[in-house]
T-cell receptor
């Protein structure tokens, strides 16, 4: 049984560019959450998707957007990249709302903005 | 509002000794509490959670945590540390009923556990 997978593993982008990160949830999970983890910090919640809709959103600007597909996989899009967007982006899946059910995290995508 | 604090950036312990990683929280209602571990270049792995019931929660890899409502703490413990336990540990809390309608847990900044041979 595959766990949560994310692609790509690493990514280097230039300021102002756009990026798309991808996530496949653990088998049987229908809820996907995205987090940004800056160096030396805990994960910061970006948004959560369930039934192809954004259900919860953290304190991130509209440059951060997402999508969930019918097979529960998800994408995170970031437009107009800033240097401060450099971080590890984590995808987590759960069998229901993240605040009740434990989340299973992927290995993350390391984004570097230059 | 919900918040969580991990007062120690780093904890050092000798292999075979007991370990404790501290976590305190603040919520308006009742807390849902979680511990996760992160190994280098890996995502977070779930260790254990407290929703209700027994104050002592047992989790993966021999870890346990004690919920203390009066001290608003949820410290992670293990009776005998292993070198392989060296990693980054995160505590997370969610208010119940949800604060402002948010079901999303708030994570602490993490504590680096170093177990010396």
């Amino acid at each position: 049984d595959a766990g949560v997978t994310q692609s790509p593993t690493h990514l280097i982008k230039t300021r102002g560019q756009q990026v798309t990160l991808r996530c496949s949830p653990k088998s049987g999970h229908d809820t996907v959450s995205w987090y940004q983890q800056a160096l030396g910090q805990g994960p910061q919640f970006i948004f959560q998707y369930y039934e192809e809709e954004e259900r919860q959103r953290g304190n991130f600007p509209d440059r951060f957007s997402g999508h969930q597909f019918p097979n529960y996989s998800s994408e995170l899009n970031v437009n107009a990249l800033l240097l401060g967007d450099s971080a590890l982006y984590l995808c987590a899946s759960s069998d229901g709302p993240a605040g009740v059910h434990e989340q299973y995290f992927g290995p993350g995508t390391r984004l570097t903005v230059t | 509002a919900q918040s969580v604090a991990q007062p120690e950036d780093q904890v050092n312990v000798a292999e075979g000794n007991p370990l404790t990683v501290k976590c305190t929280y603040s919520v308006s209602g009742n807390p849902y509490l979680f511990w996760y571990v992160q190994y280098p270049n890996r995502g977070l792995q779930f260790l254990l959670k407290y929703i209700t019931g027994d104050n002592l929660v047992k989790g993966s890899y021999g870890f346990e945590a004690e919920f203390n409502k009066s001290q608003t703490s949820f410290h992670l413990k293990k009776p005998s540390a292993l070198v392989s336990d060296s990693a980054l540990y995160f505590c997370a809390v969610r208010d119940n009923p949800p604060s402002g309608g948010s079901y999303i847990p708030t994570f602490g900044r993490g504590t680096s556990l170093i177990v010396h041979p």
